[in-house]
């Protein structure tokens, strides 16, 4: 167990090229604003004095590759400037957003994943059957609906007409958390379901189709015990990388469902940020969406390997 | 192109013998999903085309002593909060909405495989930094990268092109690369090298054909992404600005009256899912078409 997790290291190794990437990227965004940076951030409305200052802080009096320095040096010392809306440091209001939207990705994917393991056993179970065809028209259907528009669907049915759930916002407790966060939370989840759902179906047809599969059932494994014995785990492996990657596509999801639903995260505060112009916010969540995402696929890796015990220290299986 | 270089005897004879299987092709007509997309999307592209005729209503045109009327014959679907029937706008809506679907995969297509293919064949350091550089990108979810940088570039059909374009590029150098890695290891790449020809003839007329099935495959996928892209744009008043016709932003005028008028709401959004799902088919008969194994 140990030696597998010495990996860990050289992993976290590789990433720092793409960290600093990342960091490259959100820098640049300031320069491709068209015309001065300081300016195309401030706005038209800004006085001289205030488009002065901003030049100085960023650094747009020296060569580029000092402003990179400057930028990432700042950055070390946790400061992504300051909101032009908030009159506070960027880094306070992200960090605020960050545990909502957090959340809300994290009960997405559990959502998703209380959906989609079912319906993909249901499907691999009979192959080309009835029942394979009606989950594999869902994913179909699914992987075709705009999330924004099953969220307004969702918000239609069951608060509108069934007034089963708010229309939005975020509610105040714990447990009011839960309950607000519900309908956005299923709403990203059935846009992650066809995905899962095709991984787990084709990788569990694979393992049910497996010599040691054969073995339990001589054995007189059935029903619920095969799967949660035998064949679960080994379908799950293929599709934790699956998940891992389409991390990516709920944290982009998020930022739109949390218009819709009106709930406080990163996606509002990005679009509100659009909206005022506020350029050290929009870069501010850029840069934690990339770090995110990288964050996660170093995580996919690690829950593979642990799943896995032929996975080897260089992340190649042996057959 | 037109040069032709003398082809060896046993060359001769692999050609016939392609040229046999492809007759033994399944026809195209007996592939279901084909079909069925090119169905889909040959309504749509006949909605499109055809939008100025098919209504006999302006979709931009106010017309406020009508406004959010509900169905009724002479508007089958209501009439918005300006008085707009909601049918032709959903019909003038196909146009943008199709249109920058498709087109938006054609430069990064292009540009991603022809990268992929350069760094899968050639290696190297010029390998190593276009993965890397793969990488950063992959690091930006899709939506997210569209939003920031059709912010930065301005609103407007343009913008959405380049935004896409610098996005998702990424997916294809990776797809086509992968191929190509495969592909200039197998003995016919390996003859055409050692009968002398160029790097270029290589990879641009032995290897590129061959591997760009995966790419074509992924492409309409792709599209399927690009629509809600523009959609989801549309929906945020980040898109295709009023008053033009669009889906996502009907979607976002018809969201204000979801308690009165729920068709305004729902139906673009519909239309979405059956574009998606032509797609979907158009993609999956596609690649029934270009597996090997349909050439029994």
């Known amino acids: 167990m140990l030696q597998r997790l010495s990996f860990i290291p050289v992993r976290l190794i590789q990433a720092i090229p793409v960290v600093f990437g990342v960091t490259l990227v959100v820098f640049l965004m300031a320069h491709l604003l068209p015309g001065d940076p300081a300016t195309a951030i401030l706005g038209d409305k800004a006085t001289p004095a205030t488009i002065a200052a901003l030049r100085t802080q960023l650094g747009l009096d020296q060569p580029i590759w000092n402003q990179y320095g400057l930028f990432v040096s700042h950055l070390f010392q946790g400061d992504l400037g300051t909101s032009f809306t908030y009159q506070r440091p960027v880094v306070e209001i992200v960090l605020a957003a960050i545990p909502v939207t957090l959340s809300l990705v994290a009960y997405s994917l559990t959502l998703a994943l209380i959906i989609a393991i079912p319906l993909a056993a249901i499907a691999a179970t009979a192959p080309n059957r009835g029942r394979d065809i009606v989950v594999r028209i869902y994913t179909l259907i699914g992987q075709g609906m705009p999330q924004f528009w099953v969220g307004i669907m969702l918000i239609l049915i069951l608060a509108v007409n069934l007034r089963l759930f708010p229309v939005g916002g975020y509610g105040n407790t714990a447990l009011e958390h839960l309950y607000y966060l519900f309908l956005p939370a299923l709403t990203l989840g059935i846009a992650l379901t066809p995905t899962i759902i095709r991984s787990l179906r084709s990788s569990t047809i694979d393992v049910l189709g497996s010599e040691y599969v054969a073995t339990a059932r001589s054995k007189g494994s059935a029903g619920v015990t095969l799967f949660r014995h035998h064949v679960l785990r080994n379908a799950a492996i293929p599709t934790v990388s699956v998940i891992g990657v389409t991390m990516g596509y709920l944290v982009g999801g998020s930022i739109v469902i949390e218009k819709v639903f009106a709930i406080p995260g990163l996606g509002s505060l990005m679009l509100n940020s659009i909206f005022t112009r506020d350029f050290p916010t929009i870069q501010a969540v850029t840069l934690f969406v990339g770090l995110f995402v990288v964050g996660v696929g170093i995580l996919t890796d690690l829950t593979y390997t642990l799943l896995d015990p032929r996975v080897n220290l260089t992340g190649s299986v042996r057959s | ?296």
Do not use: C
């Open chain 2, 1 to 296: 192109m037109t040069r032709t270089i003398p082809v060896p005897a046993n060359n001769r004879g692999l050609r016939r013998s392609a040229k046999k299987r492809s007759r033994a092709l399944k026809p195209w007509y007996t592939n279901t999903s084909l079909v069925a997309g090119m169905i889909v999307i040959g309504l749509l592209i006949f909605v499109a085309v055809f939008a100025p005729i098919l209504t006999p209503y302006d979709p931009i045109q106010q017309d406020l002593r009508h406004a959010l009327q509900d169905p009724s014959a002479a508007h089958w679907f209501g009439t918005d909060k300006y008085g707009r029937d909601i049918l032709t706008r959903l019909l003038w809506g196909t146009r943008v909405d199709l249109r920058i679907g498709f087109l938006s995969v054609i430069i990064p297509f292009v540009f991603g495989s022809i990268l992929g293919a350069l760094a899968g064949y050639f290696g190297g350091w010029f390998d190593t930094l276009v993965m890397r550089i793969v990488d950063v990108f992959f690091a930006f979810p899709f939506l997210v990268m569209v939003i920031v940088l059709v912010f930065i570039l301005g609103s407007g059909e343009a913008s959405i092109y380049l935004a896409i374009a610098a996005v998702s590029w990424v997916a294809y150098t990776k797809i086509v690369r992968g191929e190509v890695i495969v592909a200039k290891e197998l003995d016919y790449v390996v003859g055409a090298r050692l009968s002398g020809m160029s790097h270029a003839r290589v990879l641009f007329r032995h290897i590129g054909p061959n591997v760009l099935s995966q790419s074509i495959i992924y492409g309409m996928s792709d599209i399927v992404m690009n629509i809600m892209g523009v959609v989801t744009l549309g929906y945020l008043g980040l898109g295709i600005a009023p008053p033009t016709a669009e889906w996502g932003s009907m979607i976002l005028d018809g969201q204000e009256f979801i308690t009165s008028h729920w068709l305004q709401a729902t139906l673009p959004g519909l239309l979405v899912v059956v574009t998606s799902l032509g797609v979907s088919w158009l993609g999956d008969g596609l690649s029934e078409q270009l597996s090997p194994e349909r050439r029994k």
